[in-house]
Nanobody
Framework: QVQLVESGGGSVQAGGSLRLSCAASGFTSSSNRCMGWFRQAPGKEREGVAGIFIALGNQWYADSVKGRFTISQDNAKKTVYLQMNSLKPEDTAMYYC??????????????????WGQGTQVTVSS
């Protein structure tokens, strides 16, 4: 059974940084799996933030976070991270870790991801 557990959310002021972690378990293989970070603010649709292809490390980002957020992985720890710098109030949302197994696209399409974590809240104040 696949489990994704997020951590690292919190409250910061604009311009600050946070690092989110997603600990994954239950996968039998990582040869064709993507991991992604999505977020959802109150009253808004869930949007993709960043994704990574586990086998080769390919990364992709939403335009709104390019240059500020970085997705990375530690295969030994089976953990994916989202380093968020230069945070803005509009980054405030619940952040979710997700897995697409198998990975069919290098795009941030929520329906392609078949396992989800419970989310961690990020609040950025001005």
């Amino acid at each position: 059974q696949v489990q994704l557990v997020e951590s690292g959310g919190g409250s910061v002021q604009a311009g600050g940084s946070l690092r989110l972690s997603c600990a994954a378990s239950g996968f039998t293989s990582s040869s064709n799996r993507c991991m992604g970070w999505f977020r959802q603010a109150p009253g808004k649709e869930r949007e993709g933030v960043a994704g990574i292809f586990i086998a080769l490390g390919n990364q992709w980002y939403a335009d709104s976070v390019k240059g500020r957020f970085t997705i990375s992985q530690d295969n030994a720890k089976k953990t994916v991270y989202l380093q968020m710098n230069s945070l803005k109030p509009e980054d405030t949302a619940m952040y979710y870790c997700a897995a697409a197994n198998p990975c069919r696209t290098f795009r941030l399409l929520a329906y392609e991801y078949n396992s989800w974590g419970q989310g961690t809240q990020v609040t950025v104040s001005s």
